[in-house]
């Protein structure tokens, strides 16, 4: 998502969408009303790629498009406090449990970031454990200042954070955040704060983690991704996506 100039002064203005990053520029300091929040949605296709089981025939999982719901406001003050929305779009699994979810949305940076939460909307998601949003670093840690607003079951992934594990089998079993086989599913929105800056010209840029980089190796090395999970009925499929 990119947000424009508004030719307005005073405001930081909201334009043209895309998959990729959401910015608002600092035009003015003058003082005007802030307008109210709007909603959108933004199709993002992701890239793909599964590290398969011996004979596995892929994941079966329908990951995009994505149709990320996204809320904010066209025009907020220098200075002033606003509410950001994201939510991912619905998905579905396929003949396979799916097991160590994670998706992870980049925060803006430079300026002041508060009240990271979930917002509710989740739906098809396995009760326990239950999702959680939480701030994490570029390896996946929990971390005060991270560059990434990440949901998932706050202690799993595949490879990225937590107990890391791209296997699942006797030895290890399931864990972390999860889906059933056969069943839509959509992830929780999440919300946070932002403080604007009050310099003219200033950016606030958000998006997903890694959009536009393309597909990473179908290994355990594909570290930076959007979005990340295993997949298993006889064996075990590790699925690593792209915005």
């Known amino acids: 998502m990119t947000l424009l100039p508004s030719r307005r002064s005073g405001r930081l203005a909201l334009g043209a969408i895309t998959s990729l990053s959401l910015s608002f520029t600092l035009l003015s300091a003058a003082p005007m009303s802030a307008a109210a929040p709007v909603k959108k949605s933004v199709r993002v296709n992701h890239q793909c790629v599964e590290d398969k089981g011996l004979l596995s025939t892929g994941s079966g999982l329908t990951l995009t498009p994505d149709n990320v719901a996204v809320e904010y406001p066209e025009t907020v003050l220098p200075g002033q406090t606003f509410t950001v929305k994201v939510q991912p779009g619905g998905m579905s699994t396929g003949g396979k449990d799916t097991g160590r979810m994670k998706y992870d949305i980049a925060l803006p940076q430079g300026v002041k970031i508060s009240n990271l939460r979930l917002d509710g909307g989740a739906s098809g998601l396995n009760a326990n454990p239950a999702a959680v949003v939480q701030r994490v670093d570029a390896s996946g ?102 915005a």
């Open 141 to 242: 840690k929990p971390n005060a200042n991270g560059a990434f607003a990440r949901i998932w079951d706050g202690a799993n992934s595949v490879n990225n954070g937590g107990q890391e594990n791209d296997s699942w089998g006797w030895r290890t079993g399931r864990a972390g955040l999860a889906v059933d086989r056969n069943k839509p599913f959509r992830l929780p929105r999440i919300a946070f704060d932002v403080t604007a800056p009050t310099t003219v010209g200033s950016k606030i840029v958000t998006g997903l983690r890694a959009a536009g980089t393309g597909a990473g190796p179908a290994s355990k090395e594909n570290r930076d991704n959007t979005l990340s999970m295993l997949a298993r009925a006889n064996v075990t499929d590790a699925v690593y996506c792209t």
